[in-house]
């Protein structure tokens, strides 16, 4: 809310409430008497010397005191909760004290059958993670023997080219070379006999004989020619290829048997995996068990007046057909079940007109007394102003106040304070200082002119002033009076009365007119007072 600041004739004129006008004017009614005694006796208590100096300009409030810290104290546990003992609602508790206890055994049956399960599943862990360091040796002892018949197998080949393969070359080789040479005599012979028979040395049957064993180490030498072919282009490519065949499948059978426990190993693996998330789920459960047992015992965090979540006005209701809190009474998951507030630091949360908020700031000084113990004047400072308004309700829907928080200095425990005692405070806004001022009771208004009653022959007359900024109890005169002057300070008889004020102009000549407490009558907060210094 934006006040914006006007001067007349140096001073800021502030208009107060009304309300806070008619009290002052009734106090000082009661405090002052009627107006039957003597207009000039001498120390009167219906008279007042008008005097320079400062006064304080406060705001009203009422309320509520409440604990700046308080504990919320909820019900935890996720299953059936019901009450087997609970402290007495005002009792003070220290750290550590027992503040309500919930039946258990339904929780202690679930934490045994949890035990139970994690057992089960610890053992099926284990059993799973044997079964994987089982099928990794059988894989390991495995693959070593396929490793090793792929060595056997190349082993086996490189023998066949450097032993087989040379020896049975060798040997055609002198089969051959022995064919030939054999053919080479009997060829020969065969032709020395055609000469020695033609001579006729030799008989026709020898003749024959050596044209035989010629024709006969001819074939042998072809028969050798043929071998060392077929070998070469057959026996050999066809060894050859087996050789490699056996090496190739030895190696082929290697990944084969590899895979294959490879495979038995991700199923172990995953059953491990598997059984080792069930003992984590199931130690997951017994641990949320045993933390929900503990829930079972609730005690006080810190120190606090234990007051019952259906004694505050927003949980009154709350509860229905429950019935209230008490033993063998159940409460909800999470519900409420009482605060306790830390009575050593108090505040007064006190409702102000949304007129007069633009007037207070934090860090400004207050006075607070409690309806249970008035004579108790508590110091403080207001420490914040609420960010929205609230309604008046269905008594005055048109009126808007904001809650002013006060933060009182006084340990509230030394005086027994406790939260929702009705309270008043006076927030103190500015300071009005070296001015000329009188009671606010002294200061009369006819429409816009504002006049005081002065002493004059055997009664009062009327003389117009200019107001300034006020307070409660004091209002500023900027024009009209002098110091030492006396005033009255009480509404005169009518007989009393010996001048009346001739016109309805101002003694400024203006027309504005202050009001009770410095605030302005249009609400608008146009003559702010000024500021307490610090």
């Known amino acids: 809310m934006t006040h914006s600041s006007t001067r007349r004739g140096g001073s800021t004129l502030i208009v107060v409430s009304a309300v806070v006008f008619v009290a002052a004017a009734a106090l000082a009614a009661v405090l002052l008497g009627g107006g039957g005694s003597s207009a000039h006796e001498a120390g009167s208590p219906d008279k007042h010397v008008v005097e320079r100096g400062s006064f304080e300009i406060s705001v009203p409030a009422s309320g509520e005191l409440a604990a700046l810290k308080q ?3 909820r019900n935890r546990l996720e299953y059936r909760a019901q009450i087997t003992e ?6 003070t508790v220290k750290e550590g004290d027992v503040l309500f206890r919930l039946a258990k055994d339904e929780i202690e049956d679930k934490i045994q059958d949890a035990r139970d399960a994690l057992s089960a599943a610890e053992n099926a862990a284990i059993g799973a993670q044997s079964n994987l360091e089982i099928r990794m040796s059988e894989r390991d002892s495995a693959i070593e023997k396929a490793d090793l018949d792929v060595t056997l197998a190349e082993l086996a080949l490189e023998a066949w ?3 087989e393969v040379v020896s049975k070359r060798q040997e055609l080789a002198l089969e051959k070379e022995t064919a030939r040479m054999d053919y080479d005599r009997l060829l020969d012979k065969y032709e020395d006999s055609k000469l020695l028979v033609e001579q006729e040395f030799i008989s026709q049957d020898e003749f024959r004989t050596d044209e035989i064993n010629m024709i006969k180490a001819k074939a042998r030498l072809d028969q050798a020619l043929l071998d060392i072919e077929v070998y070469e282009q057959y026996e050999h490519v ?8 056996d090496v190739e499948q030895a190696k082929a059978e290697r990944d084969r048997v590899e895979k294959r426990h490879n495979a038995e190993i991700e199923r172990a693996q995953s059953d491990v995996t598997n059984k080792q998330a069930h003992l984590r789920s199931t130690n997951d459960r017994l641990e949320d068990l045993v933390q929900q047992l503990e829930y079972c015992t609730v005690r006080a965090p810190s120190g606090g007046l234990v007051v019952y979540a259906n004694s505050l006005e927003q949980n009154r209701w709350s509860r229905g057909d429950r019935g209230d809190l008490q033993v063998g009474a159940e409460i909800r998951k999470n519900e409420l079940v009482m605060v306790l507030p830390d009575t050593s630091q108090m505040t007064a949360e006190v409702k102000v007109n949304e007129s007069l ?5 934090a860090g400004q000084r207050a006075i607070v007394s409690s309806d249970a113990m008035p004579e108790a004047v508590l110091e403080g400072e207001v420490l914040s102003i609420g960010v929205l308004a609230e309604s008046g309700g269905w008594r005055d829907p048109n009126r808007r106040d904001y809650t ?18 009705r ?6 806004v500015g300071l ?12 009369f208004h006819d429409g816009p002119a504002a006049y005081v009653y002065v002493p004059q022959g055997a009664g009062f007359a009327q003389r117009r002033v200019s107001v300034g900024q006020a307070s409660g109890l004091h209002i500023e005169i900027t024009q009209g009076l002098d110091e030492g002057e006396t005033v009255l300070v009480r509404e005169p008889q009518a007989r009393e009365i010996v001048a009346r004020l001739q016109d309805d102009t101002p003694a400024d000549g203006q027309a504005a007119l202050a009001r009770p407490n410095g605030f302005p009558a249009n609400g608008k907060g146009k003559n702010r007072p000024s500021r307490r210094p610090g």
């Open 71 to 73: 504990i919320e104290i």
């Open 86 to 91: 609970i402290v007495e609602e005002g009792t």
């Open 161 to 163: 080219k450097l032993g």
């Open 238 to 245: 066809k060894q050859e290829a087996q050789k490699n065949s």
């Open 357 to 361: 908020t633009g007037l207070i700031e």
């Open 404 to 421: 002013v928080k006060v933060l009182l200095t006084t340990d509230g425990n030394d005086l027994g304070l406790k939260p929702s005692m």
């Open 423 to 428: 309270c008043k405070a006076e927030i103190y």
């Open 432 to 443: 009005v200082e070296d001015a000329i001022h009188v009671p606010l009771q002294a200061v």
